[in-house]
């Protein structure tokens, strides 16, 4: 792997903004994920109420007019992020430590700042992972720090999709429904307009993948809350996840969660074939440095 070369003067790039999680937005969500008016009453999902652990994704949501929007959906290359010229880009993975509470409704700022680019040469091709450090706070000081991953590849031939890893067995399993409606609903909660979530022409013909993707912030939510269900409503300290394998709308979707070793525990998401598509960690009591 190399340094950012040609796109190594991003590094250190930072944007500042201030917005905030509305009530209405935060019961959308809680629709999408399937959360009934007792459920969501019990969560204190109203104005004012603890905004859910990665619930904060509800806020900062690209704002691109239709004019700037590129052929794949997503906003067009330039502005804060490098402008790389390979035809997919995807979320690959994240980083969070929680050192505070955030509430439904109230102003949040964040700052985020550029902190590494790099290439690679692999299977695929070219890559080009991006990494941008958050810092998210309000009026009572810092709540989360996050370091999100985004890697820039190609757009492939055909679909290839890497070595499958065997699904590990669980302390629970919990099988989630999924379909076009529940992937419309995320794409729609947080304006996320990436094709391949919602269009299955071009996700088949143009991304060459089998079927719609599943979004991975969806995935990194799905497991978080399940997990925090089997642990009575506890709060998370620290989560880092990782997508290893796209999961598409036809795949039977399986949440499996650990055994919790000295306060932490993993979590992945599996096909019903038995392979993990996204691979994650929660921390339930401590935190290491950042």
């Not at 590094?11 to 905030?20: F, N, Q």
């Not at 055909?158 to 989630?176: N, S």
């Amino acid at each position: 792997m190399t340094d950012g070369g040609a796109y190594s003067e991003w590094i250190g790039r930072v944007e500042e903004a201030e917005d905030s999680v509305p009530a209405q937005t935060a019961r959308a969500l809680a629709a999408t994920l399937d959360m009934d008016a007792a459920a969501r009453a019990g969560a204190g999902i109203a104005a004012g109420g603890p905004l859910p652990p990665l619930w904060h994704w509800l806020a900062f949501l690209p704002d691109a007019p239709m004019s700037a929007l590129d052929l794949d959906g997503h906003p067009r290359r330039g502005g804060f992020l490098p402008p790389v010229p390979l035809e997919r880009r995807m979320w690959a993975g994240g980083k969070l430590r929680w050192r505070g509470d955030l509430r439904i409704g109230e102003t949040i700022h964040r700052r985020s700042e550029i902190t590494a680019v790099s290439e690679k040469t692999g299977k695929t091709g070219r890559m080009v992972f991006v990494t941008v450090a958050h810092r998210i706070s309000t009026a009572r000081g810092l709540a989360v720090t996050e370091t999100q991953d985004i890697v820039y590849m190609p757009m492939p031939e055909r679909f290839t999709p890497p070595p499958p890893i065997p699904a590990p067995g669980g302390d629970w399993v919990e099988p989630v429904p999924m379909d076009t409606a529940r992937l419309f609903r995320f794409s729609a909660v947080t304006f996320n307009a990436h094709r391949i979530h919602f269009d299955l022409a071009y996700a088949m013909k143009v991304e060459k993948y089998p079927g719609l993707v599943v979004h991975g912030p969806l995935q990194a939510i799905l497991l978080i809350e399940a997990a925090r269900r089997h642990r009575a409503g506890a709060w998370p300290r620290g989560y880092t996840f990782r997508g290893v394998r796209p999961l598409l709308h036809t795949d039977a979707l399986r949440l499996i969660g650990g055994a919790e070793t000295d306060g932490a525990q993993d979590l992945c998401t599996a096909t019903g074939e038995d392979y993990v598509c996204m691979q994650a960690r929660v921390d339930w009591t401590g935190i290491d440095g950042d």
